[in-house]
């Protein structure tokens, strides 16, 4: 089993804050964990996956996140936002290989970005 | 990189009529597709699993002869859905993965789909 848990549906930051967006998750095997962007209407963009290498990640657009075993988290990091960063960001668990490929979504959190 | 395409990118239909959505992987083949449905402001709900000539795998819930789903080719999944009302005016979103699953997911652009 595989759950995923985005905490805050919302957060709001001003132009050049720092972006923190969290993800905890709790899988029975080893994860593989995925972070995804979505803007309006659109499909959604990997960002970045953590697959059992660095557990220090580094995605597009200048977003990294680090894999806590200790602390089940998976959280989404940018040292300084953009507006272009607004969007919804969804944060994912699937199993590694050997377990279930679908991957499980948490709800989402919606950045807003302030001038 | 993988691409992934989805026709029609918006749809309009009436009610009690049936539309067909188109997914297909552009630069590779895709042994397995998914079909996602995602509500307004909530995440992505996995409708069902498709394999390239079998038949689709539904989710609890999700009904079979409502969204029909083929995976014909290694590179086309169609979902159609039949006899629409406005309860399924919603986003949908394909994803295509080789090996069925085993790797990443290349998700497609959605299509937005409004029954009246």
């Known amino acids: 089993a595989q759950s995923v848990t985005q905490l805050g549906s919302h957060v709001s930051v001003s132009e050049g804050a720092l972006v923190l967006l969290r993800c905890n998750y709790s899988?029975?095997?080893?994860?593989?964990l995925f972070w995804y962007v979505q803007y309006p209407n659109q499909g959604l963009q990997l960002l970045l996956k953590?697959?059992?290498?660095?557990?220090l990640v580094k995605g597009i657009n200048g977003f990294e996140a680090e894999f806590k075993k200790s602390e089940t988290s998976f959280h989404l990091t940018k040292p300084s936002a953009h507006m272009s960063d607004a969007a919804e960001y969804f944060c994912?668990?699937?199993?590694?290989?050997?377990?279930?490929?679908?991957?499980?979504f948490g709800r989402g959190t919606s950045l807003i970005v302030h001038p | 990189g993988a691409v992934v395409s989805q026709h029609p990118s918006r749809v309009i239909c009436k009610s009690g009529t049936s539309v067909k959505i188109e997914c297909r992987s552009l630069?590779?083949?895709?042994?397995?597709m998914f079909w996602y449905r995602q509500f307004p402001k909530q995440s992505l709900m996995l409708m069902a699993t498709?394999?390239?000539?079998?038949?689709?795998?539904?989710e609890q819930g999700v009904e079979k002869d409502k969204f029909l789903i083929n995976h014909a080719s290694l590179t086309l999944s169609t979902l159609t859905v039949t006899s629409a009302h406005p309860e399924d005016s919603s986003f949908y979103i394909c994803?295509?993965?080789?090996?069925?699953?085993?790797?990443?997911?290349?998700f497609g652009p959605g299509t937005r789909l409004t029954v009246t």
């Open positions: 994803s295509a993965s080789t090996d069925r699953g085993r790797y990443e997911q290349y």
């Open positions: 899988s029975s095997v080893p994860p593989y």
């Open positions: 953590y697959t059992s290498a660095a557990t």
């Open positions: 994912a668990v699937r199993a590694s290989l050997g377990g279930s490929y679908i991957p499980t």
């Open positions: 630069d590779f083949q895709a042994t397995t």
């Open positions: 498709s394999n390239e000539g079998s038949k689709a795998t539904y």
